[in-house]
């Protein structure tokens, strides 16, 4: 099991908004970030120290926290958006974790 | 723009030793604002850090690899390497190495990645 648990898979119609959760005892006084894995490519950053993002990553992404709990939001999502999503973030011992994956579905 | 490129053999044999290169350009792996990583993936499942290394030459491995693991850094050829020994198929994955910004000792996060390289593990 994974220590930064994530929904599996998260399906809706382009234009909603997708909102993807990670949580955990890592989380508990230490910065999140999120990345985006089309199929067949590298991991890409679209947010950083919770809720920075990146230059060149388009402003309908969006990071938030509330306790233990981030949160990934995609306003107005688009079929390009589709992809695994995977947060990360560092435990209380050091080691670099990732969450699970949320696969995004744009039906 | 810096970029991260992995190289290696895309095949190993059970209980032999894995020596992947990451190569960057772009800019020098001599600095303190970075940690160099490596990463993998196993088809059709999740990101597993396996451990980063410090311009210093200083580490931090991931502690469920047992030792199995080892990153080494030459600054001299803007290069950093892993080497996994004991390999057996359940190491099969693509291999990613990343950049890392460093936020506090030990921390951070992934900026930049390679585009990884498969590695299967079978005799």
């Known amino acids: 099991s994974y220590e930064l648990p994530q929904p599996p898979s998260v399906s809706l119609s382009p234009g909603q908004t997708a909102r993807i959760t990670c949580s955990g005892d890592?989380?508990?006084?230490?910065?999140a970030s999120w990345y985006q894995q089309r199929p067949g490519q590298a991991p890409l950053l679209v947010i950083y120290?919770?809720?920075e993002r990146p230059s060149g990553i388009p402003e309908r992404f969006s990071g938030s926290r509330s306790g233990t709990t981030v949160t990934l939001t995609i306003s107005g999502v688009l079929a390009e958006d589709e992809g695994d999503y995977y947060c990360?973030?560092?435990?209380?011992?050091?080691?670099?974790?990732f969450g699970g994956g949320t696969k995004l579905t744009v039906l | 723009q810096v970029q991260l490129q992995e190289s290696g053999p895309g095949l190993v044999k059970p209980s032999e030793t894995l020596s992947l290169t990451c190569s960057v350009s772009?800019?020098?792996?001599?600095?303190?604002?970075?940690?160099w990583s490596w990463i993998r993936q196993t088809p059709g499942k999740g990101l597993q850090w396996l451990g980063n290394?410090?311009?210093?030459?200083?580490?931090n491995y991931n502690p469920s690899l047992a030792g199995q693991v080892r990153i080494l850094i030459d600054t001299s050829k803007n290069q950093f390497s892993l080497r996994m020994t004991s390999m057996t198929a359940a190491d099969t994955a693509v291999y990613h190495c990343?950049?890392?910004?460093?936020?506090?000792?030990?921390?951070?996060?992934?900026?930049?990645w390679g585009q990884g390289t498969l590695v299967s593990v079978s005799s």
């Open positions: 120290k919770d809720t």
């Open positions: 990360q973030s560092t435990d209380s011992l050091y080691n670099w974790v």
């Open positions: 290394i410090y311009n210093s030459g200083s580490t």
């Open positions: 890592a989380l508990s006084n230490q910065a």
């Open positions: 990343a950049r890392a910004v460093r936020i506090a000792t030990k921390r951070g996060y992934f900026q930049d």
């Open positions: 772009g800019d020098s792996i001599n600095t303190d604002q970075y940690y």
